[in-house]
């Protein structure tokens, strides 16, 4: 669980307090389809009561799993996400200065859960890709062309200079 309780810091304004916690992708609520993330997931960084909100800045750190789009290898990379997340007492409704950016708590609890799972989720690539590098597979064979090239000849020809390369063929 990911909790804060705020009453010791509720009147330090402006003081840096630091927080780590350990969860996983299930405690999270962030299983996916697609890809995973392997054991611990890790959120460190520090909060500070600003006098408007409650300001959270830090990490979060993972290692995810999936298939490489292009290549179709099991990949797994290591994630650093940054993220800054203000926290406001009370209710949205009731606040004559709500902010879209603002997350809202009740009582002396601040649950980081949701806000965390957003951030994490939001950060992934719409692709997948074991490396910016990675060529993929040949679309004749099937090779991996990372591991090396298999001699096919992928040159792309538009099918009208192939027409015309025939006609020059059989002269
Ligand atoms: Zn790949
Ligand atoms: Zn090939």
């Avoid at 959270?56 to 179709?72: A, E, N, P, Q």
């Avoid at 649950?111 to 890709?129: E, H």
């Avoid at 062309?145 to 006609?167: E, H, K, M, S, W």
Wanted: charged share 25%.
């Amino acid at each position: 669980m990911m909790k804060i309780n705020i009453t010791a810091v509720s009147d330090k304004l402006g003081e840096n307090i630091p927080f780590r916690f350990v969860t996983n992708a299930q405690e999270l609520d962030a299983l996916q389809e697609d890809y995973s993330f392997d054991g611990d997931i890790s959120v460190e960084g520090e909060y500070v009561n600003t006098g408007r909100c409650y300001r959270f800045t830090g990490t979060i750190t993972c290692v995810k799993s999936f298939i490489c789009d292009r290549c179709l290898e099991p990949s797994t990379q290591k994630q650093v996400h940054d993220f800054v997340e203000e926290f406001r007492q009370g209710s949205p409704a009731a606040d004559e200065q709500a902010e879209e950016i603002v997350n809202y708590f009740d009582g002396d609890v601040i649950d980081l859960t949701s806000v965390i799972r957003d951030v994490l989720l939001s950060d992934q690539p719409l692709n997948n890709i074991c490396n910016a590098d990675c060529r993929g597979l040949c679309l004749k064979c099937g090779a991996n062309l990372n591991y090396g090239d298999c001699g096919c000849d992928r040159t792309v020809i538009d099918p009208r200079l192939a027409a015309l390369q025939q006609l020059l063929i059989k002269k």
